[in-house]
């Protein structure tokens, strides 16, 4: 799923702010200097997540949200670009949400049950979808908080390269 966030116009070409962006990627994990790192995906531009996370998911299946960064040129002569900032889930993302949907559902049809039979501890069991609900919220708190960081080192690698930029 990928949310559009945020779009700027970059004055200078896109190859300029890609070359940017793979020197930082290039550099080893102690000499980074924006803790960015990244892949290229199939449907274009790059996507760039933090190289050390201080949240990590069990089981690791790679970063929990990602960043993709797709520049284009919008005139003939290279001295201006739009850059788009796209929020992608990753694989541990889907992994946590996808397990807490089935948990709550599985907890609510158990609760419901009881309930019909005539069981008092149904109603004590309805506290358990509540417990995976506020899972699924703390999931998304640590996804929005990592996308806006991600979206702040953009903006201060462009500052640190001196290219000019406006937001969209």
């Given at each position: ?48 997540y ?7 998911f ?30 992608v ?80």
């Amino acid at each position: 799923m990928k949310k559009k966030l945020v779009e700027y116009t970059i004055y200078k070409s896109a190859d300029e702010f890609y070359k940017t962006v793979r020197t930082e990627l290039n550099r080893k994990t102690f000499g980074k200097k924006f803790n960015l790192s990244g892949d290229y995906p199939d449907n274009g531009g790059i996507d760039i997540y933090s190289t050390i996370s201080f949240a990590v998911f069990k089981p690791n299946l790679g970063p929990l949200v990602k960043l993709n960064l797709n520049c284009v040129n919008t005139n003939q002569n290279g001295t201006e670009s739009k850059l788009t900032l796209n929020r992608v889930n990753g694989a541990t993302y889907k992994m946590q949400f996808w397990f807490m949907i089935f948990f709550v559902a599985l907890t609510l049809i158990i609760a419901l049950y009881q309930i019909i039979v005539g069981n008092d501890i149904g109603f004590e069991m309805l506290m358990l979808p509540l417990f995976g609900l506020i899972y699924i919220l703390i999931i998304e708190l640590f996804s929005e908080f990592t996308i806006s960081s991600l979206n702040k080192k953009v903006e201060k690698m462009l500052n640190s390269e001196k290219l000019k930029y406006k937001k969209l």
